[in-house]
Nanobody, 118 residues
Framework: QVELVESGGGLVQAGGSLRLSCRTPRLINSTFLGYTIGWFRQAPGKQRELVARITGGGTITYADSVKGRFTISRDNSRKTVSLQMNNLEPDDTAVYYC?????????WGQGTQVTVSS
């Protein structure tokens, strides 16, 4: 079982910034490297969608809707992945989930609410 601990959500006005973090306290560093860590989000009435993900080797994928505004990064020594979200828009309002994936399966965090007011 992989424990994912998310933090950093909250309420912000449009144009503001938030930084989300996902920690994996129970993984040893070498195991952490084997996981692709991603941030997904789910708005009310909508399907869960990929926001950004980063592999152990540092390959990054972004959803088109967040390119140029969001930045994902990972600190392998701290077993943490962060999502810096700038120029937030009301459409970014959702519950954001951290996901850790490898070929044998994947794990989800509990989610953190991000609300962007207009």
């Amino acid at each position: 079982q992989v424990e994912l601990v998310e933090s950093g959500g909250g309420l912000v006005q449009a144009g503001g910034s938030l930084r989300l973090s996902c920690r994996t306290p129970r993984l040893i560093n070498s195991t952490f490297l084997g996981y692709t860590i991603g941030w997904f989000r789910q708005a009310p009435g909508k399907q869960r969608e990929l926001v950004a993900r980063i592999t152990g080797g540092g390959t990054i994928t972004y959803a088109d809707s967040v390119k140029g505004r969001f930045t994902i990064s990972r600190d392998n020594s701290r077993k943490t992945v962060s999502l810096q979200m700038n120029n937030l828009e009301p459409d970014d309002t959702a519950v954001y989930y951290c996901n850790a994936a490898k070929t044998t399966g994947d794990y989800w965090g509990q989610g953190t609410q991000v609300t962007v007011s207009s």
